[in-house]
């Protein structure tokens, strides 16, 4: 038996190059749900939005029947007809994040902005799954197995590339953009900085920064001591182009 497959925007990444952008063939035997077509093919269930099968839209529960025609989209490019439904429901309000250990730096990024992002390089794929679903985090990950488990409910890919352009489309997606602080959170564990007195702090500051510098944070957690010399540079620069409302048309 076959069905008759087309991903539509972004998804075809996840396809290999001949099966993009067009309608292919593929087959399958016996009892097998729509769910597990898309995964074998390629996109893991966390970056499907809404599947069309023959025209109608349906649950990943479907039951593929041969002969059925199915479109599959992300939540960029769901097509406008009445009865959608939408699989991809990502938490709104005040979404916290965790994530694997291959994305250290979109894990930095997100920090500087004040967003709330587990990590910790103990952590299994299975930890991983169970800290996400018990706490309600959205998972962020480059695997495209670990998205693909069943457990998993929110997640989001992390692509290969420019790591600006994918934290402003998540900014974007999640409208996080006013929950956003930057700087206001621990670069390294996460922890939400606390205001250190200059005097307090005095003997831990280096001699130049003394006279320069008036404003001083403190992680209670793991004692790192921040101010603006330490943040400002490359990190800066990204937090800037993420937040910008220029960027965010682009
Ligand atoms: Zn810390």
Redesign the pocket.
């Known amino acids: 038996m076959k069905v008759t497959c087309r991903f539509h925007g972004e998804l075809n990444e996840f396809l290999p190059p001949v099966r993009r952008m067009h309608e292919f063939e593929s087959r399958f035997k016996g009892r097998e749900s729509i769910k597990d077509k898309i995964e074998a093919l390629g996109a893991p269930h966390t970056e499907v939005d809404v599947i069309l099968v023959n025209g109608r839209s349906m649950g990943f529960d479907h039951i593929l029947e041969d002969g059925d025609v199915i479109n599959v989209y992300p939540s960029s490019e769901t097509p406008v007809m009445s009865g959608v439904r939408h699989l991809r429901h990502l938490p709104m309000g005040s979404p916290r994040f965790i994530a694997d250990i291959n994305i250290h730096d979109v894990v930095k990024m997100m920090r500087a902005l004040g967003l709330d992002v587990l990590e910790d390089r103990t952590f299994s794929f299975e930890e991983l799954i169970e800290i996400s679903v018990n706490e309600g985090r959205i998972l962020l990950s480059s695997s495209k197995e670990l998205l693909k488990r069943k457990r998993v409910v929110h997640g989001i890919f992390i692509w290969q590339g420019d790591r600006v352009v994918q934290i402003q489309k998540i900014v974007a997606d999640l409208s996080l953009k006013r929950m956003c602080k930057p700087f206001s959170r ?6 939400l ?1 606390e205001f250190a007195p200059k005097e307090i702090v005095w003997e831990r500051i280096p001699p130049k920064t003394r006279k320069r510098v008036n404003e001083f944070a403190r ?6 001591l921040y101010w603006k010399g330490t943040h400002h540079g490359k990190i800066k620069e990204k937090v800037d182009r993420i937040l910008s409302p220029i960027s965010l048309k682009g």
């Open positions: 621990c670069l390294l564990c996460n922890t900085l992680c209670p957690a793991c004692d790192r």
